[in-house]
């Protein structure tokens, strides 16, 4: 399970008990979602990766899908889903991404989770920046 920064946040639960706050210069340590799912894909894979970690929309399990992991863990969001809206708000969310996950397929020509890994990609910002001093070859990812 290769969970990056943006779900929950043990350091925020930590301070949240803590009178002083003592760790609050550790709120935004780590590395994001996409960051750890490229690191871990550099090493040679024995077992599937779950992506997790801000997995929020279709949107972002269908990027951790295309970067490689094999599929998405959303703990957090489903919670909430559930929690503010029963259980049908649940499945109701878990339809509605299967709905958004297959259009996103068809908008890139894919016809299953297993062809996104040939989906070319190309990186910008903080992740081109992360890769570049990572030394992780992004053509493998763009030229596919």
């Not at 803590?18 to 979602?33: H, I, M, N």
């Not at 690191?39 to 970067?67: C, H, M, R, T």
């Not at 509605?96 to 297993?114: A, F, H, I, P, V």
């Not at 890994?117 to 763009?142: A, H, Q």
Request: charged share 25%.
């Amino acid at each position: 399970d290769i969970s990056g920064r943006g779900g929950t946040s043990f350091t925020r639960i930590e301070n949240a008990r803590r009178p002083q706050k003592e760790l609050a210069y550790l709120t935004d340590f780590g590395q994001s979602t996409p960051e750890a799912l490229l690191e871990a894909l550099e090493v040679p894979q024995i077992f599937d990766l779950i992506a997790s970690g801000g997995i929020q929309n279709a949107y972002d399990i269908y990027k951790a899908l295309v970067l490689g992991a094999r599929s998405c863990g959303v703990s957090g969001k489903m919670l909430h889903t559930v929690i503010n809206g029963g259980p049908e708000a649940g499945i109701r969310l878990v339809e509605d991404w299967s709905k958004e996950l297959r259009l996103l397929m068809t908008l890139t020509g894919q016809r299953n989770l297993k062809d996104l890994r040939e989906v070319p990609v190309t990186f910008s910002g903080s992740l081109l920046e992360w890769c570049f001093n990572r030394e992780i070859d992004i053509k493998k990812y763009s030229l596919r």
